[in-house]
Nanobody, 120 residues
Framework: QVHLVESGGGLVQFGGSLTLSCVAP????????MGWYRQAPGKERELVTS???????DYADSVKGRFTISRDNAKNTMSLQMNNLKPEDTAVYYC??????????????WGQGTQVTVSS
């Protein structure tokens, strides 16, 4: 089972920046599509951005031009650079990955979540 560990959340002013990180320690697995989700109080968890193993990215309209997702396949890490943050970006951010354990089945795993709070 892949265990994802997140870091980088915190409190930032309107217009500020934060970088979130996600790492999958260990070995014996292959990470495929990864992404970042977020969940604000009283709202459903939503997909913010995703990146394939080959580096193809997709972004929710609400973050396009402000957020950048990246990954390092050699280190099994993923990052989210968040610029020009807005109060509506306030949420718990979760990293996510699909992965293989050596068979043909695509498993998935979630990080523990990290709080991002943007003050106005």
């Amino acid at each position: 089972q892949v265990h994802l560990v997140e870091s980088g959340g915190g409190l930032v002013q309107f217009g500020g920046s934060l970088t979130l990180s996600c790492v999958a320690p260990g070995s014996g697995f292959h990470l495929t599509t990864m992404g970042w989700y977020r969940q604000a109080p009283g709202k459903e968890r939503e997909l913010v951005t995703s990146i394939t193993a080959d580096g193809i990215t997709d972004y929710a309209d609400s973050v396009k031009g402000r957020f950048t997702i990246s990954r390092d396949n050699a280190k099994n890490t993923m990052s989210l650079q968040m610029n020009n943050l807005k109060p509506e970006d306030t949420a718990v951010y979760y990293c996510h990955t699909k992965y293989y354990n050596g068979d043909s089945y695509a498993y998935d795993s979630w990080g523990q979540g990290t709080q991002v709070t943007v003050s106005s």
